[in-house]
């Protein structure tokens, strides 16, 4: 055959890049430009689809450097093809709501704004496809640099701002912390790469394994775990599709998929519960979980209170790797794709009321459900996701969180759980209630905002409800990862 498993992991690294070529050398034709990119999105989403279609064959292209025992190297098995699967299947929708974003806010530089959207993308399936550490780091670095512009699009001092606090913690973390682990691991271990049952597990003591958890769950800091959290709400500054991209489609989705890839292939579940420190891990993981809503709760403005609602939803796929059970990892990989869903849909919802109001302060969206029915209608259903709330998709990690707590005796973890979805209720159900009963502006709107901004989020909010009904797939193909008996 001319396509195989292999030319199709090299594609899904090379497709987004052949398109942000073409979108710079058709920067001047505005619609050329976004039809490359939308040709780029389907055709990696075709490619990807594929590879899922082959996960079962494992296949692997691996590249030594020299004799130094190092490699380099790319390989499929389910949770990368799930990561994979998220990004490339979200990015087609956001490339739509950004172009409808961009043209209907007159922002500047949109080629540029393609172009390094599309190394993004191309980042984020090496981390999803890489075959060890070594790999997995080199791509989750590009991936920092390659969203650095697009944080600081705007480019006034706000933007630089937060573009800078981005790229510190960031990279701080990242060669503060997870690189010193990663080199550990080789010297522990003799190798880096991601192995069923565990790298480390029969290499390493429970002590030294806690020393490493706690290097891995900080220096992965696209996790967000309290207290490197900083950057993901300062990141806010960048226009609404980039908060689209690090929330949903790529950046925190990344660290989450490495921290769930490295509990289950180099540590392994029997030796993160081993571990002392995965203990304290999950406790921080809940404390991240409540006290992030909470703060959410008390922000006014929209997107900031969605950035500390993913602060605590990412934690949700922290906490399900320290406990460690299968259930509870089969939940915080259910997570990292509902709450992908339903965050996008949540944040495009926020841009598109921007784009047609200008407001970006909740106590000014007071009667706007009125005028935009179809966009606070997908509101509420990415709320209901992310809350948890049947039919919708964000129901099942939660209910497998609970469930595998319950099996390892940490009942208190559920009880975090179940205070949280009680402060989703309070920080997200209030914006669309507010905005369909109270009374409508008297200054009105012109529109509602421009289609290619109103429809992706009512496409992703059928899509979370889609998936709740979706999961017995889901369920199967990952439940062989975590030894899930059904």
């Known amino acids: 055959m001319i396509w195989s498993p292999e030319i199709a992991m090299i594609a899904a690294l090379v497709i987004p890049l052949v398109g942000g070529v073409f979108v710079g050398l058709l920067g001047k034709y505005p619609n050329l430009r976004e039809g490359a990119t939308l040709t780029a999105a ?22 030594e450097i020299g004799s130094t025992g190092l490699s380099f190297g790319l390989k499929l098995e389910p949770l990368g093809a799930l990561f994979a699967a998220v990004a490339s299947g979200l990015w087609i929708v956001n490339s739509l709501y950004s172009i409808g974003y961009m043209r209907g806010n007159k922002e500047t530089h949109q080629t540029r704004f393609f172009v390094f ?8 399936m090496g981390v999803a496809l890489s075959s060890n550490l070594l790999t997995m780091f080199l791509f989750y670095e590009a991936l920092t ?3 650095y512009p697009l944080v600081a699009h705007k480019g006034d001092d706000k933007a630089r701002k937060g573009a800078a606090i981005y790229l510190a913690i960031l990279l701080g973390t ?11 691991t080789q010297f522990i271990a003799g190798s880096t790469d991601f192995t069923v049952g565990g790298l480390l597990n029969g290499e390493a003591s429970p002590l030294v394994a806690s020393v490493l958890l706690v290097l891995f769950a900080f220096g992965i800091g696209k996790a967000a775990l309290m207290p490197v959290h900083p950057w993901l709400p300062n990141a806010m500054v960048a226009p609404t599709p980039v908060s689209a991209l690090l929330h949903a489609v790529a950046v925190v989705k990344a660290g989450v998929f490495a921290i769930l890839k490295v509990s289950t292939y180099i540590f392994g579940p029997e030796l993160i519960q081993a571990a002392p420190a995965s203990n304290w891990l999950a406790w921080i993981a809940a404390i991240s979980i409540v006290l992030a809503s909470i703060i959410a709760m008390s922000s006014n403005n929209l997107k900031r209170r969605l950035a500390f609602s993913t602060v605590s939803q990412l934690s949700y796929v922290t906490l399900g790797a320290m406990i460690a059970s299968p259930l509870a990892l089969l939940g915080a990989a259910l997570q990292i794709v509902m709450h992908a869903w339903g965050k996008i849909t949540l944040f495009m919802c926020a841009g598109a009321i921007y784009t047609a109001s200008k407001k970006t302060e909740i106590s000014d969206m007071r009667g706007l459900g009125r005028l935009m029915p179809w966009t606070f209608g997908a509101f509420a259903v990415g709320a209901f996701a992310i809350i948890g709330l049947p039919p919708f998709g964000g129901m099942w990690p939660k209910l497998f969180l609970m469930m595998g707590a319950a099996t390892t005796g940490q009942l208190a973890l559920i009880g975090a759980l179940i205070l949280s979805s009680i402060l989703n209720v309070a920080y997200l159900l209030p914006i669309p209630g507010r905005g369909f009963f109270d009374p409508a502006p008297k200054e009105g709107l012109k529109q509602s905002g421009p289609l290619l901004v109103v429809l992706p989020p009512v496409i992703t909010a059928a899509g979370v409800t889609v998936l709740f009904f979706l999961i017995g797939p889901l369920t199967d193909f990952l439940a062989p990862v975590f030894g899930v008996e059904l």
């Not at 389907?42 to 590249?63: D, K």
């Not at 990242?174 to 550990?184: K, N, Y």
């Open 42 to 63: 389907v055709l990696l989403a075709l490619n990807v689809a594929y590879l899922v279609s082959v996960t079962g064959q494992r296949p692997e292209l691996i590249f």
């Open 117 to 124: 959207f599309t190394i993004a993308i191309a980042c984020a």
């Open 145 to 147: 640099l390659s969203t």
């Open 174 to 184: 990242s060669i503060g912390l997870l690189l010193p682990a990663i080199i550990a």
